[in-house]
C-alpha cells in the first residue's frame, strides 16, 4: 500500500497531560490533535491500546481486542452525564509527570465503577441503543474477555491456569453458571469497553477531520494471562494445564546481553493454518476499525521466531522457528484489502525476512540511533540510504531519549563500551556538521529531511528531554510506561520550529 509523505509524533495516550493521575481519551487528546496540527504533523503513533497487566505494559495486555478502560475520560462521563462533576473534585492528587499505576488504578476504578452502576439510569435512550449494538456487533470478542475478567476478579486477580480445571478446560456448563453467578461483573466490563470505544472513536474522528492519521501498535505476541489464549488454547504453544511449553523472545542484541524473554506462548501455526487464519482475521478486522495505519511490533516472527522452552531464565537457549507470514498476509488481503502495516523490521533481520516485508510492500523502519559509530558502520540507518519506502524514527518507545543517548555513560542503560560511545559521538557530529549542542533537533531534521516516506518523533525527543523521561527499558522488570509530559514544557518556538522545518522537509 503506497503512502503520502508525513511526519507524526510517538506518543501514548498514558503520557498526556490531565488531572486524574494518567493521560485519557477526552479534552487533553483533542488538545494535543490540535497541536500536531498547529505543527504540520498528519500522524499520531500509539503504543497497543489494550488494557495492561503485568508490569503495566501495553505489549503485555488482557485482551487484544478490548481497550485500556484506565483511559476513559472523566471529563467526558460528565459531559455525558454519567457522572456528577462534583465527585472527582475529591478525587486524590497524584503527579503530573509520571503515572502512579499502583495509586490510580484503585482510585479510577471506584470512579468506573459508580458510572457502571448507574448507567442503566443515568444515560439517555441513544447511550443505552449504542450499548446494546456494540454488545452485538463486538460479541465475538467481547463475552469471552467479559467472562475471563469476572472470572479472573473472582478468583483473587491470578492467572488463569490458577483456576478450578472445569474453568481452565472451558467445560460448558461451568461456563454458563459462572455467566449467571458474575452477570453483574460482565455487564460492567462490557459498559467499560463500550464506553472506551466511543471515546476512542470520538477521537479519531476528531483526529481525521483535523487530518491526523492514526497509527496503531499490534504485539505479534499476546500475553498468556489474557482471554485470547484462555479462549482459544488450541492456537498457542500449551500443554494441558494451560502451561506455555514455549515462549517467545529475542536472541542476545544491542538492548540486552541475554536477549529479552518476552515471556508470550508461541503460535501453534499448524492449527491458525488449519483455521485458514480466522482469529487473525479477526484482530485485523479489529484493529483496522480502531487505526488508519497499523505498525506490528516484532515483524520478523511472522518469518521466523525466537522460540525458547518454558522455564529458561534468559532468551539465549532459544532456536529460529519458521513461521508461514506468506500465507497469512495473503489471507489478510484477501479478506481486508490493502493493509496499511509499517514492518517494525529491527533486529536480526534476513533475506527471508526483507522478501516476506517487501513482497506485501509494507515499509520498514529505520532508527537513527542506530545509523553512527559501530552499530552504524554498514551505513544502512543513515539517512540519506533511507529507502522511500520506510518510517525512520529519531528513536523509538524502547530506546533511551536522543539526549540521553547522546550524553550516556557505559552502565547507564546501555551495553556500549566508553571507547564505542566515543567512536559513535564522533560520527554523530562529523554527520551532521554541528556541536551537538541541540542534538535532538539535529536528529529531528535529519529524519524530516531523509527520504523516508514517513518520520516519526517521539515526543520526548520534541521537548530535548534526558534519559529520565525515557518510556521504557527493555529487560527491566519495574518503573516503566510512566512518563507524562506537561503544557508548560512545549514552547511557542518548538511548535513553530517544528512547523517550519516540517514544511521545509515536504511533509
Known amino acids: 500500500m503506497d503512502f503520502e509523505r508525513k ?6 495516550p498514558t503520557s498526556l497531560p490531565g488531572a486524574f493521575g494518567i493521560g485519557e481519551l477526552g479534552p487533553e487528546a483533542r488538545r494535543f490533535a490540535g497541536l500536531l496540527g498547529d ?46 462533576g462534583s465527585r472527582l473534585r475529591d478525587f486524590p492528587g497524584f503527579p503530573g509527570e509520571h503515572v502512579e499505576y499502583g495509586g490510580i488504578i484503585p482510585e479510577r476504578m471506584k470512579i468506573l465503577r459508580s458510572v457502571c452502576r448507574t ?39 491470578g492467572s488463569w491456569i490458577e483456576w478450578p480445571e472445569e474453568l481452565i478446560h472451558r467445560d460448558p456448563a461451568a461456563l454458563n453458571k459462572a455467566r449467571r453467578k458474575y452477570r453483574t461483573s460482565i455487564r460492567y466490563t462490557k459498559i467499560l469497553q463500550y464506553l472506551f470505544h466511543r471515546q476512542w472513536d470520538s477521537l479519531k474522528r476528531h483526529c481525521n477531520n483535523l487530518g491526523v492519521s492514526i497509527i496503531g501498535d499490534i504485539p505479534i505476541f499476546v500475553a498468556h494471562d489474557s482471554a485470547d489464549v484462555w479462549a482459544n488454547p488450541e492456537l498457542f504453544s500449551l500443554d494441558y494445564y494451560g502451561k506455555p511449553v514455549a515462549v517467545a523472545g529475542v536472541p542476545p542484541d544491542y538492548f540486552s546481553e541475554t536477549g529479552q524473554l518476552w515471556g508470550n506462548p508461541t503460535y501453534r501455526w499448524d492449527e491458525h493454518r488449519r483455521q ?16 488508519d495505519i497499523i505498525r506490528i511490533d516484532h515483524f520478523r516472527g511472522f518469518d521466523a521466531c525466537w522460540e525458547v522452552p518454558a522455564g529458561e531464565t534468559t532468551a539465549v537457549n532459544g532456536r529460529w522457528v519458521d513461521a508461514p507470514g506468506d ?19 529491527l533486529g536480526i533481520i534476513t533475506h527471508s525476512v ?30 540519506e540510504n533511507c529507502p522511500s519506502n520506510c518510517v525512520v524514527y529519531t528513536g523509538t518507545h524502547d530506546n533511551d531519549t536522543v539526549v540521553g543517548w547522546f550524553h550516556s555513560e557505559p552502565g547507564e542503560g546501555t551495553t556500549r563500551t566508553r571507547e564505542e560511545i566515543v567512536r559513535e559521538r564522533e560520527s554523530i557530529l562529523d554527520c551532521i556538521g554541528t556541536d551537538g549542542s541541540e542534538i535532538h533537533w539535529d ?62 522537509a515536504g511533509r
Not at 511526519?7 to 501514548?12: A, E, M, T, V, Y
Not at 503504543?47 to 484506565?70: E, I, K, R, V
Not at 485458514?276 to 487505526?291: D, G, P, T, V
Not at 513482497?359 to 558502520?377: A, E, T, Y
Open 354 to 383: 526483507e522478501k516476506l516485508r517487501d513482497g506485501f510492500n509494507f515499509p520498514g523502519m529505520r532508527v537513527l540511533q542506530f545509523s553512527f559509530g559501530d552499530r552504524g558502520s554498514e551505513g544502512k540507518y543513515l539517512p
Open 119 to 157: 448507567f442503566g439510569r443515568r444515560a439517555s435512550p441513544d447511550f443505552n441503543e449504542g450499548f446494546r449494538r456494540f454488545c452485538l456487533k463486538q460479541g465475538y470478542w467481547l463475552e469471552d474477555y467479559a467472562l475471563f475478567i469476572a472470572l479472573k476478579e473472582a478468583h483473587g486477580g
Open 327 to 345: 500465507e497469512l498476509f495473503s489471507e489478510l488481503i484477501k479478506k481486508s484489502g490493502p493493509l496499511p502495516i509499517i514492518a517494525e523490521d
Open 39 to 84: 505543527m504540520g504533523q498528519g500522524l499520531w503513533q500509539v503504543l497497543p491500546m489494550g488494557p495492561t497487566g503485568y508490569g503495566d505494559s501495553p505489549y503485555q495486555s488482557f485482551s487484544s481486542f478490548a481497550g485500556n478502560h484506565l483511559l476513559i475520560s472523566f471529563d467526558q462521563l460528565a459531559a455525558d452525564s454519567l457522572l456528577n
Open 7 to 12: 511526519s507524526g509524533i510517538l506518543l501514548h
Open 276 to 291: 485458514n487464519f480466522a482469529w487473525w482475521i479477526s484482530r485485523m478486522k479489529k484493529n483496522l476499525e480502531m487505526y
Open 443 to 504: 536528529l529531528i531534521n535529519l529524519a524530516l529531511q531523509s527520504n523516508a516516506v514517513m518520520s516519526i518523533i517521539p515526543m520526548q525527543d520534541l521537548m530535548g528531554l534526558g534519559s529520565k523521561s525515557r518510556m521504557n527499558v527493555p529487560g527491566r522488570p519495574s518503573g516503566n510506561w510512566k512518563w507524562r509530559f506537561t503544557w508548560d514544557r512545549i514552547t511557542p518556538d518548538i511548535v513553530e520550529r517544528m512547523r517550519r522545518m516540517t514544511q521545509e
